[in-house]
């Protein structure tokens, strides 16, 4: 399921660079918690491309949802200081939310939960919501959707949890948090265009 949503997630990208970048992280499965950076020619295309140059052709509209669209790219890359040091610079609910999964993924729990808090209600929320609801078995359900739309405390406990338990490879854990990240690095490259 996350295969056919990574291959959904880059058929939608007419950006020739982020199309190749988001190729590039294809396989790549990310832990409960920061690792050190999966692919350096990623890391360095991130870091060092204008942003124009990594959009090209398309159009950038607005400059903070392209900036979460790196810093989103750069957590799926395990890029965590680069990450954190974009996420902290994007003014909007988008960057807080990509700075509370960092938190969430160093582990650092209580910040997470601070910034999801000022992340306040997200349009991302119920397209994880539905995913989860569509693709999880009745257990995995029952732990993180304990209310009828998506909690990222409830789904950051859970994920404390396991993280408590040295359990950074929890499979569903894991495939839910990549979803999520790449739910929220679609919805900021479409307002990146204007979409």
Same mark, same amino acid.
């Given at each position: 399921?996350?295969?056919?949503?990574?291959?959904?997630?880059?058929?939608?990208?007419?950006?020739?660079?982020?199309?190749?970048?988001?190729?590039?992280?294809?396989?790549?499965?990310?832990?409960?918690?920061?690792?050190?950076?999966?692919?350096?020619?990623?890391?360095?295309?991130?870091?060092?491309?204008?942003?124009?140059?990594?959009?090209?052709? #398309?159009? %950038? =509209?607005?400059?903070?949802?392209?900036?979460?669209?790196?810093?989103?790219?750069?957590?799926?890359?395990?890029? @965590? &200081?680069?990450?954190?040091?974009?996420?902290?610079?994007?003014?909007?609910?988008?960057?807080?939310?990509?700075?509370?999964?960092?938190?969430?993924?160093?582990?650092?729990?209580?910040?997470?939960?601070?910034?999801?808090?000022?992340?306040?209600?997200?349009?991302?929320?119920?397209?994880?919501?539905?995913?989860?609801?569509?693709?999880?078995? #009745?257990? %995995? =359900?029952?732990?993180?959707?304990?209310?009828?739309?998506?909690?990222?405390?409830?789904?950051?406990?859970?994920? @404390? &949890?396991?993280?408590?338990?040295?359990?950074?490879?929890?499979?569903?854990?894991?495939?839910?948090?990549?979803?999520?990240?790449?739910?929220?690095?679609a919805h900021s490259y479409r307002?990146?265009?204007?979409?």
């Amino acid at each position: 399921m996350i295969d056919q949503l990574i291959a959904d997630f880059t058929a939608t990208i007419k950006a020739e660079k982020i199309k190749q970048i988001a190729g590039s992280l294809r396989s790549h499965r990310p832990r409960l918690i920061f690792e050190k950076s999966y692919d350096e020619d990623v890391k360095e295309t991130l870091l060092n491309s204008p942003r124009y140059e990594l959009f090209h052709p #398309e159009e %950038i =509209k607005d400059e903070n949802f392209a900036n979460a669209v790196v810093s989103g790219l750069l957590i799926w890359n395990d890029c @965590e &200081e680069e990450a954190h040091s974009l996420a902290q610079s994007i003014p909007t609910s988008e960057g807080r939310y990509f700075h509370a999964i960092i938190h969430r993924r160093e582990p650092d729990i209580w910040n997470s939960g601070y910034w999801f808090n000022k992340v306040g209600e997200h349009p991302v929320f119920s397209v994880v919501y539905d995913f989860v609801q569509t693709n999880f078995s #009745e257990n %995995i =359900k029952r732990r993180i959707l304990t209310k009828d739309r998506w909690d990222p405390g409830i789904f950051n406990r859970v994920v @404390e &949890e396991a993280q408590n338990n040295d359990n950074y490879d929890d499979s569903e854990l894991a495939e839910i948090q990549l979803a999520e990240l790449l739910f929220l690095i679609a919805h900021s490259y479409r307002h990146t265009i204007g979409k």
